[in-house]
């Protein structure tokens, strides 16, 4: 594949990351407070959603899910582009990646949506017991996250692997511009969508590297 299609789709990429890390904002930041990751354990306690919530329109969840679903396609151009970068060095690489980023992005969309969903549903009912049940309910139905997560290692590990064994033709400090060091570097700053970050410098530096 041409190497200017290729750093389209990877600025592509980065485009996606960027506005989903919008959408993830929508689904975090509120005028009450913000919602973080080790919260989500708590997500039942008592009035801690409903006063997160307060005042929040079931518009805004639902425009995230939806916007999400959509700006999920322009990262997928960004991680086929490494994808069809790594499989002309390697078809087994290649090929191990391409089907790590179908499993990901497509269960990633179910993902966005679902949770998108949970927080409209707690609104649209009221934000009271009732309303906070069937939240919780569709919030622990189906481990769409877990899938998602584990298609999303196996990418990276597989990608560190095709540059640390010299099979992608790339410079070994290549491998510190991909999203799992990216990630330990930020992971300390607590940073709402630090995954998306990660992501759109690892692609920032891919395009010079192609």
Not at 5 to 32: E, K, T
Not at 82 to 91: D, E, L, M, W
Not at 134 to 161: E, H, K, Q, W
Request: glycine share 8%; with cysteine; proline share 3%.
């Amino acid at each position: 594949m041409n190497l200017t299609v290729l750093r389209i789709m990877l600025a592509s990429g980065i485009a996606g990351h960027a506005l989903n890390m919008y959408c993830d904002r929508l689904l975090s930041v509120f005028p009450n407070g913000m919602l973080k990751l080790e919260d989500l354990k708590d997500i039942g306690n008592e009035g801690k959603m409903a006063k997160l919530l307060e005042g929040v329109s079931a518009d805004v969840p639902m425009r995230s899910a939806i916007l999400g679903a959509f700006f999920l396609l322009l990262q997928f151009f960004g991680y086929f582009a490494i994808t069809a970068y790594i499989y002309g060095h390697s078809v087994w690489y290649g090929s191990i990646l391409f089907v790590s980023i179908a499993l990901f992005l497509i269960i990633g969309t179910a993902h966005h949506v679902k949770y998108g969903l949970v927080e409209y549903v707690f609104i649209k009912l009221g934000r009271d017991d009732r309303a906070k049940a069937l939240m919780l309910d569709l919030y622990n139905s189906a481990p769409v996250t877990r899938i998602c997560y584990a298609g999303y290692l196996v990418f990276i590990f597989t990608l560190i692997a095709a540059i640390v064994s010299g099979t992608a033709a790339l410079p070994l400090w290549a491998a510190l511009f991909t999203i799992l060091p990216l990630l330990l570097i930020l992971a300390p700053f607590r940073i709402i969508g630090t995954l998306h970050i990660a992501a759109m410098i690892s692609m920032l530096a891919w395009i010079f590297l192609l």
